[in-house]
């Protein structure tokens, strides 16, 4: 079931026309279908229902609105953070903080006493010396840090280098052959759970091989670490499954990897814990986007959208492909490349692609754009901050606002010298 779909030529999320949301809040903005998160969110929690002990935290960095993790919370999901504001979000949304677990290999000493204080449910340890000084933040308010170490398997996920985070040579975790010696230090330590391990080897995984490979690596770091006398009661799984940005590409589902989990773990004996993202919020989002100009060019011609890099980066930052489609296809397609206003040959979007023809003043939307899109937008060459619409059946509300130049420009100052 898809609720991004045409209906008498025209292009609807849920009931609502995209031409409506485009007429009432402008160009660009993303729209993302409720119905569409919630099944996401529903499909990968029943994927895993042959798992005894599950624990589902929201890798929010991938669609962090508030609107959003709401209709996450609702399904029963806790968070996955990496910042103290991404930790504000999932709070100002209504999780409960024993439902976040804090990842990130930079937490500063005010990121850990603020989630301390907020009592957080799960501290993704990346290094031993962030051990230590959780611990002693925790003792010195007379608390347990509920921890997990995050060990790098050395695994190839066979991804884009730029989202592979489980090779030796990634900055992520610690190397799992030195795991064992680091919880040996770390779990005496008075203000410390060490309660288990944790990884995340990338995203966008197009096979569960190398997931497969890294969770039976994790398996045999349990089975040592309780044979030296550690207690292991949690194993955080990560997140990474990916989605099909081409319609006939193929990618395993949650019930695959659900069934590929529940034989490599079957005797570990744990809360297992996933951190999914992109397979949530990818395909629940577009961003809408209006033809400025079509410009001739040597080759095919260059469709100027009113969309671009600073908007959603992906294609810039990873080469990544998303599908461009007419509001009103007219049926007629056209051979072109598509690109933003931004001034950098890098804010392109797509090149000598087979789209339906499109003229100045059409509207189109960019598909699979509800990960990794609005959360990574910027205002850069002094361009709006994207706005973002939720719809909910024949219903839509505007979740965050277009943030306008001169609101930026007010936070800005010019010192009394000039
Ligand atoms: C980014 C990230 C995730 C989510 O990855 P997806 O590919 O979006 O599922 C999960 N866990 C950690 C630690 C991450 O950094």
Same mark, same amino acid.
């Given at each position: 079931?898809?609720?991004? &779909? ?6 609807? $999320? ?5 031409? %409506? ?18 099944? &996401? ?9 042959? /798992? ?18 709401? $209709?996450? %919370? ?6 996955? +953070? ?17 439902? /976040? ?31 230590? $000084?959780? %611990? ?60 288990? +391990?944790?990884? &995340? ?24 670490? @309780?044979?030296?006398g550690h207690v292991i009661t949690h194993v955080d799984l990560g997140g990474g499954l990916g989605v099909p940005y081409r319609t006939d590409d193929v990618f395993p589902s949650p019930a695959e990897l659900g069934a590929m989990v529940a034989r490599v773990t079957a005797d570990w ?10 397979v949530i919020a990818g395909n629940a989002g577009v961003l809408a986007t209006k033809v400025v100009w079509v410009k001739p060019g040597v080759g095919d011609p260059w469709v100027i959208v009113d969309a671009a890099m600073n908007d959603l980066a992906r294609p810039a930052l990873y ?37 339906? %023809? ?27 901050? +994207? ?14 606002? @277009? /943030? ?15």
């Amino acid at each position: 079931m898809d609720d991004f &779909h045409y209906r008498d030529g025209e292009l609807y $999320v849920e009931d609502v026309p995209v031409a %409506a949301i485009a007429a009432a809040v402008g160009t660009p903005v993303y729209i993302y279908s409720q119905a569409t998160f919630a099944r &996401h969110a529903r499909v990968f929690r029943e994927g895993m229902a042959a /798992i005894p002990h599950v624990h589902l935290a929201y890798a929010i960095k991938a669609n962090p609105n508030i609107a959003v993790l709401r $209709v996450l %919370a609702n399904q029963g999901y806790g968070a996955d +953070v990496v910042s103290g504001g991404e930790m504000r979000r999932a709070l100002a949304a209504g999780m409960s903080a024993a439902d /976040i677990v804090f990842s990130g290999v930079g937490k500063t000493v005010a990121e850990l006493r603020d989630a301390l204080a907020a009592g957080i449910g799960q501290f993704n340890l990346e290094l031993e010396e962030e051990g230590v $000084v959780l %611990a002693r933040l925790a003792h010195d308010r007379g608390v347990r840090a509920p921890a997990v170490l995050r060990v790098n398997p050395d695994v190839d996920a066979g991804t884009h280098a730029k989202i592979s985070t489980g090779k030796a040579e990634n900055k992520f975790g610690v190397p799992i052959s030195e795991a064992r010696a680091i919880f040996d230090r770390l779990a005496p330590l008075p203000g410390l759970d060490l309660r288990g +391990v944790a990884i &995340h080897i990338g995203s966008q995984l197009q096979s569960l091989a190398p997931l497969e490979r890294a969770y039976a690596r994790v398996g045999e770091l349990v089975a040592e670490l @309780r044979a030296a006398g550690h207690v292991i009661t949690h194993v955080d799984l990560g997140g990474g499954l990916g989605v099909p940005y081409r319609t006939d590409d193929v990618f395993p589902s949650p019930a695959e990897l659900g069934a590929m989990v529940a034989r490599v773990t079957a005797d570990w004996d744990v809360t297992l814990m996933f951190e999914p993202g992109r397979v949530i919020a990818g395909n629940a989002g577009v961003l809408a986007t209006k033809v400025v100009w079509v410009k001739p060019g040597v080759g095919d011609p260059w469709v100027i959208v009113d969309a671009a890099m600073n908007d959603l980066a992906r294609p810039a930052l990873y080469d990544a492909f998303h599908d461009f489609a007419a509001v009103r296809p007219s049926g007629e397609r056209m051979s072109a490349n598509i690109a933003g206003p931004v001034c950098e040959s890098g804010d392109t979007f797509a090149k000598n692609r087979d789209i339906d %023809a499109v003229a100045s003043g059409d509207l189109a939307v960019f598909r699979t754009a509800g990960a990794y899109g609005a959360t990574m937008a910027s205002t850069y060459n002094s361009r709006a901050l +994207v706005p973002e619409v939720l719809v909910c059946g024949d219903k839509f509300a505007v979740v965050a606002d @277009r /943030i306008d130049p001169g609101t930026i420009m007010a936070a800005e100052r010019v010192p009394d010298w000039l």
